[in-house]
């Protein structure tokens, strides 16, 4: 069943049909759900202890959008009184995992919600859904497995999915296409027998076939059961139309992966819808929207149409006489905990907690600029700023110490001296959040940043931090237990650690937590993976308080999230300089691969989202020096040809414009020398700054695996990441070269 998204003011005005379930109906199922549920138990019995346990269960992916839309989601269930539990999950296995302990034969389940995964698994083979449980998936991911959206069966009428409105407007064709196919008897016999022949695998490999089966057009198996709603209405096609039906099916497989409107953004669609808008709401879509940006996931006029829409939201909710200025975002007293539209958002890295030269230096669009890894790069960057009237001085003290007329005037300088450098795209539209007098307001970006960094880096890995005070609260327990305690001197470094009693100096990475001399099997590596999980378990709840706008410790956690996150761009830019000056790069045909087995900061590249924002700014850094590269080698073969007397036509006598010019991804792989596995992700780049494209790396890894019969494990929800032996990797590489 599709859930649509609610009508809004401006939307186009068409027939609503009488069966259009939007969010605030699903919703209102959810709350009916539980509540029957729980007065179900009371008729059963009279004695206390027959009740508890959580009638809705929360399955969320360890991403800052899945935080924020979860965070929207429990506060309005916590306002109807309906119990419920959130349960991180990070791949198949804890999937898998929770699914078996959590949802199997529990009766008492009323609603499992999925937050941010399930787009493109098989939902009615793969979850065992108790009896009167109802499946809700609310997933940005992109394609959809089309199966859970139009397959006639059961099953799926408890299966609901969320819709942005991607299904509603843009399939449909695959509708239509997929419709027939269902209906079309030789379709339906060929699916059969398929079924018939597909052996038995394990969860992981079952889940991955299906993904395949999904990805090269024809339909996963599912169950064969009709729903007494919708008879079948069988149908016999000619061959020509039902391979263009199959065709239609297959591109859209076909174009890769790709992100959707954000899950927080869903929710704050559904808060408004039930009159339950607020400031906090608000703020989670924001925060939604801004990982969204800031990982490249989604196009830049993409957020330029949803940031415009929730600025509106923004000035409606937070109209006062006397409104706050739009380029600074300013709050309005020690009590304001309002959010704010700031118009020009300067495009630098947590540049209100850093100096603005290493702001500047750790920026990937001003890396791509200026050519920061080179000496004449570091010159550049200081003669912008001294052309700007700052001294180096003010350009290397903490923004907060800057002068007031420096900071007043920041923007305008920058975009009246920065084009002559190439930064013309140095703004975009962002949102402040005020905290009172707890905290100087922080900035969308800022947010995300920390967060993100307590997810990649809260627990587990050994990193150094600029010195910062830490107040730790245990959130297991009622209540909260304040340890304060200093990290480290002013001005000193010390290893970062949120630990029970404060902060430890001495934390093991989790690199080491394997002899030396283990051997290798499965029962140490499962051990090892289970050590792992209860380390990202921690980081997961951990940015889950930190999103928490209204205690004290939830504010300080993520006031010092952001030293962490100034570590870890620190470190990637570190290392993304390390590989450029090494020349560690190997172009191949159809992508650029870099291999790390080695350095200080590895063990923090064997966490996938790390490794992935490596890559983007390695592809942001490299992408004018590829484009002048291409342009100079073109000019010289006109050169040539011109000493040759050879004539040359119109076209070939221009320079080609940047864009057309061919941009390749990229193929980074990191050692984890704890499960001696390569840590492989696929990044798809764009000629231009701000653009997106589609993924395909998704299919082009299995195909490789199969080809080169290297031992992989996709265990992440995004098939463009993957884990290969490390003795396989470089057979796997020559495979995915040759076949990509």
């Known amino acids: 069943m599709i859930v649509y998204r609610p009508r809004e003011t401006g939307d186009e005005v068409l027939p609503v049909a009488r069966d259009r379930k939007d969010y605030a109906y699903a919703y209102k ?76 034969d529990h009766v008492e389940l009323h609603t499992l919600i999925f937050v941010n995964l399930g787009s493109l698994l098989p939902l009615p083979t793969t979850v065992p859904l108790p009896p009167h449980c109802t499946l809700h998936v609310i997933d940005s991911h992109r394609p959809w497995n089309l199966d859970n959206l139009f397959a006639t069966s059961q099953m799926n009428d408890r299966i609901w999915v969320w819709d942005d409105g991607d299904i509603d407007e843009r399939l449909l064709k695959e509708k239509e296409a997929y419709e027939m196919l269902e209906f079309d008897f030789d379709s339906a016999s060929e699916s059969e027998s398929d079924n018939e022949s597909v052996p038995p695998s394990d969860d992981e490999g079952e889940a991955a ?42 591109k859209y497989y076909a174009r890769g992966s790709w992100t959707g409107m954000s899950a927080a953004q869903m929710m704050y669609m559904l808060a408004i819808a039930l009159g339950r808008g607020d400031q906090d709401t608000l703020w989670y879509a924001i925060l ?79 890396a791509a600029k200026l050519g920061i890894w080179r000496e004449k790069g570091i010159h550049k960057l200081r003669g912008l700023l001294a052309k700007m009237g700052l001294s180096l001085v003010n350009s290397r003290q903490s923004y907060e110490h800057m002068e007031l007329d420096l900071r007043q005037s920041l923007v305008q300088r920058m975009e009246s001296i920065a084009p002559e450098y190439g930064l013309v795209d140095l703004t975009f539209r962002s949102f402040t959040r005020s905290y009172g007098f707890r905290s100087m307001p922080l900035s969308a970006s800022d947010a995300v940043e920390g ?52 902060v430890e100096t001495g934390v093991r990475s989790h690199t080491s937590r394997r002899p030396a001399d283990a051997e290798e099997g499965d029962e140490d590596e499962d051990d090892l993976e289970n050590s792992t999980s209860a380390v990202w378990v921690k ?89 002048e590269q291409h342009m100079r080698r073109a000019e010289a073969k006109r050169a040539r040809r011109r000493s040759k007397g050879d004539e040359l036509d119109s076209s070939a006598s221009s320079s080609p414009h940047p864009a057309a ?41 299995q195909e490789a695996a199969e080809t080169s019969g290297a031992r ?26 040759l076949k990509a």
């Open 451 to 502: 967060i993100a960094a307590l997810l990649q880096a809260a627990h587990g890995v050994r990193i150094e931090v600029d010195g910062v005070q830490i107040v730790r609260t245990d959130s297991l327990h009622t209540g909260t237990r304040p340890v304060d305690q200093a990290v480290g001197s002013y001005g000193g470094r010390t290893l970062w650690s949120l630990a029970e009693n404060g």
């Open 209 to 250: 076939s299906d993904e395949d089966a999904a990805a090269s057009g024809r339909r996963p198996k599912r169950p064969h059961s009709t729903s007494p709603d919708r008879p079948p209405k069988r149908t016999r096609l000619d061959g020509a139309q039902r391979q263009a039906y199959r065709a239609v099916l297959a």
């Open 661 to 701: 010019l061919p941009h390749l991804p990229f193929v980074l792989a990191a050692l984890d020398t704890s499960r001696d596995v390569f840590v492989v992700v696929g990044i798809v780049g764009a000629s231009d700054f701000g653009d997106v494209s589609k993924n395909r790396f998704g299919l082009a890894f």
């Open 288 to 366: 939604g929207l801004t990982a969204q940006y800031l990982s490249n996931a989604i196009h830049s006029s993409m957020y330029a149409g949803y940031a415009s829409a929730l600025a509106s939201d923004v000035v409606a909710m937070n109209a006062t006489d006397e409104p706050a200025s739009t380029s600074t975002g300013q709050a309005h007293g020690a009590d304001d905990a309002s959010v704010r539209v700031v118009s020009e958002e300067l495009r630098f890295t947590l540049y209100r907690h850093w100096s603005l030269e290493m702001s500047m230096y750790h920026t990937s669009y001003v």
């Open 712 to 737: 992989m494990r996709n265990d992440r929800f995004e098939s463009t990441v993957l884990e290969v032996r490390r003795n396989d990797l470089m057979p796997f590489v020559e495979a995915l070269h």
């Open 29 to 104: 199922e959810i709350c009916r759900s539980a509540r029957r549920r729980v007065l179900r138990d009371e008729a059963a019995s009279d004695t206390p202890a027959a009740l508890g346990g959580a009638a809705v269960l929360l399955l969320v992916t360890p991403h800052v959008d899945s935080l924020a839309a979860t965070r929207i989601l429990t506060q309005l269930l916590a306002q109807d009184e309906i119990a419920f539990r959130v349960a991180p999950v990070n791949g198949y296995r804890a999937l898998q995992q929770i699914l078996a302990q959590d949802v199997h």
């Open 539 to 627: 980081n997961f709840f951990e940015a889950y308080r930190a999103m928490d706008a209204r205690q004290p410790s939830s504010i300080a956690l993520l006031q010092s999230s952001l030293q962490l996150a100034k570590s870890l761009h620190q470190a990637i830019v570190a290392q993304g300089v390390s590989i450029i000056i090494k020349q560690s790069i190997k172009t191949l045909r159809s992508f650029r691969l870099a291999i790390l087995q080695d350095g200080p900061s590895l063990h923090l590249f064997v966490h996938p989202d790390t490794l992935t924002r490596l890559g983007f700014w390695l592809i942001d850094a490299l992408r004018d020096i590829v484009g």
